[in-house]
C-alpha cells in the first residue's frame, strides 16, 4: 500500500508521530511518504492508496496551516484518509482543581471533528483517527509517555481498513 502523510507540526511532535507511523508501515511492509504542509503543494498530491493529515492543536482547532492545506486538496470523493492530531494533556482546572470530563475536552479539542468535517464535505471516507498527547506545561512536548504505542493501535486501524 502507499501512503501520503502530511502534517502541519510546529514543535516537532507531530513530527516525530509521522517518523514513528512511516517506521511501522514499512516494517508491515507499505510505502510511507512524509511531507510538512508547507513544503507540500495541496493542489499537486501523489497518487496514494491513504492520505493521513497530522496537526497539532491551537486554541482548541486545527492549526491554519493544515486547515488552509486540506481545504485546497482536491482529492476525488472516496479516497481514504486518516487524521492524527497532537494535543496538550488534560490539566485540573486552576479554580476548581477538578479533571475535566470527557464532554468537556471534546468541546475543547476540536482538531479532528474539524479536519474530519472539511475532508467528509469532500467525499473522503475516514479509516482512523488518533490523539497523541503532549506535556501540558510547556505545550511544546515532549509526547506523553506510552505515543509510540498508540502508532501501534493507529496502524493497526489504518491497516484493518484495507
Known amino acids: 500500500m502507499r501512503i501520503e ?22 516494517a508491515h511492509g507499505h510505502q510511507l511518504n512524509t511531507h510538512h504542509v508547507k513544503d507540500a503543494n495541496p493542489k499537486n498530491l501523489p497518487p496514494a ?15 491554519g496551516s493544515m486547515r ?33 470530563t470527557e464532554e468537556e475536552l471534546n468541546r475543547l479539542r476540536r482538531t479532528i471533528p474539524d479536519l474530519d468535517e472539511i475532508l467528509r464535505e469532500k467525499g473522503l471516507v475516514k479509516v482512523a483517527d488518533k490523539v497523541f ?11 506523553k509517555e506510552g505515543w509510540q504505542e498508540k502508532v501501534e493501535v493507529f496502524t493497526a486501524q489504518i491497516l484493518k481498513s484495507f
Do not use: Q
Not at 49 to 63: E, V
Not at 71 to 94: C, M, N, Q, R, S
Open 5 to 26: 502523510l502530511y502534517h502541519a507540526s510546529k514543535f516537532g511532535n507531530g513530527a516525530k508521530v509521522a517518523e514513528e507511523l512511516r517506521r511501522v508501515m514499512e
Open 49 to 63: 492508496d491513504l492520505y493521513i493529515f497530522g496537526s497539532p492543536t491551537r486554541m482548541g482547532r486545527p492549526i
Open 68 to 100: 488552509r492545506f486540506i481545504k485546497k486538496v482536491p482529492l476525488p470523493p472516496g479516497t481514504k484518509y486518516a487524521i492524527f492530531a497532537t494535543h496538550a494533556d488534560e490539566v485540573p482546572d486552576k479554580k476548581t482543581g477538578k479533571m475535566p
Open 133 to 143: 498527547n503532549v506535556n501540558p506545561e510547556t505545550m511544546k512536548g515532549p509526547l
